[in-house]
């Protein structure tokens, strides 16, 4: 099942009622003279077994703990953005699987040789999906990048990953010659960065459901970090985000502000279509199928994490 995704722009007071998540809008409520109709219009419910994902995104939201507490019993990943606009905060379930130790332990026992195996092939599945995401959004040839990815070794031990990206981001936007994937940057680096926080929301609360703990990566590190893993499995899934990005860029025809349209149309990221196991499949559901993969691997069940492709 398709999760919803809940975005706030806007001053809200929410609740929780009968596992409805109720949204009552302050600004209307408190205006004496309006009709009953138009006042009850500004209540909405929402069940919560229907959403995956909530993002706040204003200084003037109230949420309850008894919705809050409701949220984490379903795995709702909730998302809270700072002054600007950018998601800053997740909050996700301490347990969101039966067998949460025992997963646990068979990813904290997880060899070297075999993460580093893991890492090759996310290296490699992320290379051929900008290779095609570069030739469909500018028609730039890729056979180099095809074959930088046959040239990953065990653990990106030559860094291919960083030799496909500059060639990669050098291509990408050919609307801006001078562009520069920067996190500070100048657009479109600002929608990218809301387009990957809002993919790492969706890997890491998969990875939760799916038993695993998001901060223990197979390559990231970081000790101030707390979705390595999050971070190592959304790299494939990035250039789904990039062409989004690019489509966006392209229909808006210049420098874009991050504005509450734009954020709407990245939004949608969750539901886009990939091709996951040989069939095509919603980016929420493809992520879904790929951290259970990765259990398997964890468990030796498997050697290979199921990645998604271009439809």
Same mark, same amino acid.
Request: hydrophobic residues 40%.
């Given at each position: 099942?398709?999760?919803?995704?809940?975005?706030?722009?806007?001053?809200?007071?929410?609740? %929780? !009622?009968?596992?409805?998540?109720?949204?009552?809008?302050?600004?209307v409520?408190?205006?004496?003279?309006?009709?009953?109709?138009? #006042?009850?219009?500004?209540? /909405?419910?929402?069940?919560?077994?229907?959403? @995956?994902?909530? =993002?706040?995104?204003?200084r003037?939201?109230?949420?309850?703990?008894? %919705?809050?507490?409701?949220?984490?019993d379903?795995?709702?990943?909730? $998302?809270?953005?700072?002054?600007?606009?950018?998601p800053?905060?997740?909050?996700?379930?301490?347990?969101?699987?039966?067998i949460?130790?025992? /997963?646990? #332990?068979?990813?904290?026992?997880?060899? =070297?040789?075999?993460?580093?195996?893991?890492?090759?092939?996310?290296?490699?599945? !992320?290379?051929?999906?900008?290779?095609?995401?570069?030739?469909? *959004?500018?028609?730039?040839?890729n056979? *180099?990048?095809?074959?930088?990815?046959?040239?990953?070794?065990?653990?990106? +031990?030559?860094?291919?990953?960083? #030799?496909?990206?500059? &060639?990669?981001?050098?291509?990408?936007?050919?609307?801006?010659?001078?562009?520069?994937?920067?996190?500070? @940057?100048? *657009?479109?680096?600002?929608? %990218?960065? &809301?387009?990957?926080?809002?993919?790492?929301?969706v890997?890491?609360?998969?990875l939760?459901?799916?038993g695993? %703990?998001?901060?223990?990566?197979?390559?990231h590190?970081?000790? &101030?970090?707390? &979705? *390595?893993l999050?971070?190592?499995? $959304?790299?494939?899934? #990035?250039?789904? =985000?990039?062409?989004l =990005?690019?489509?966006?860029?392209?229909?808006?025809? @210049?420098?874009?502000?991050?504005?509450?349209?734009v954020?709407?149309k990245?939004?949608?990221?969750?539901?886009?279509?990939?091709?996951?196991n040989?069939?095509?499949?919603?980016?929420?559901i493809?992520?879904?199928?790929t951290?259970? +993969?990765?259990?398997?691997?964890? /468990?030796?069940?498997?050697?290979?994490?199921?990645?998604?492709?271009?439809?």
């Open positions: 099942m398709i999760k919803k995704t809940l975005y706030f722009g806007n001053p809200a007071y929410l609740s %929780l !009622k009968d596992d409805q998540l109720v949204v009552r809008l302050p600004e409520e408190k205006v004496d003279d309006l009709p009953e109709i138009i #006042r009850k219009s500004a209540v /909405r419910t929402i069940p919560i077994e229907d959403i @995956g994902f909530v =993002v706040l995104d204003h003037q939201i109230t949420i309850t703990h008894g %919705l809050i507490e409701k949220l984490l379903y795995s709702v990943a909730v $998302m809270s953005c700072s002054c600007n606009g950018m800053q905060g997740m909050l996700l379930p301490l347990a969101g699987n039966t949460q130790n025992e /997963r646990f #332990r068979s990813q904290l026992d997880a060899s =070297v040789p075999l993460k580093k195996q893991l890492w090759q092939q996310t290296v490699q599945r !992320k290379i051929e999906n900008q290779a095609i995401a570069l030739a469909r *959004c500018s028609g730039i040839e056979r *180099c990048m095809l074959t930088w990815s046959d040239e990953v070794k065990s653990g990106d +031990s030559t860094n291919v990953e960083a #030799r496909a990206a500059v &060639y990669y981001w050098k291509n990408f936007f050919p609307m801006f010659p001078d562009f520069i994937r920067n996190r500070e @940057g100048d *657009c479109p680096n600002n929608l %990218l960065n &809301y387009g990957y926080a809002i993919l790492r929301a890997v890491a609360r998969s939760v459901v799916s695993l %703990l998001p901060t223990l990566g197979i390559h590190h970081n000790r &101030y970090n707390a &979705y *390595c999050a971070d190592d499995i $959304m790299e494939p899934y #990035r250039p789904f =985000v990039d062409e =990005v690019y489509n966006i860029v392209n229909e808006l025809d @210049g420098n874009i502000e991050l504005d509450r349209s954020k709407a990245l939004l949608v990221i969750p539901t886009l279509d990939v091709k996951i040989e069939r095509k499949s919603p980016l929420m493809a992520v879904g199928q951290t259970a +993969s990765l259990v398997k691997c964890f /468990r030796g069940e498997m050697r290979k994490i199921s990645y998604p492709e271009f439809v």
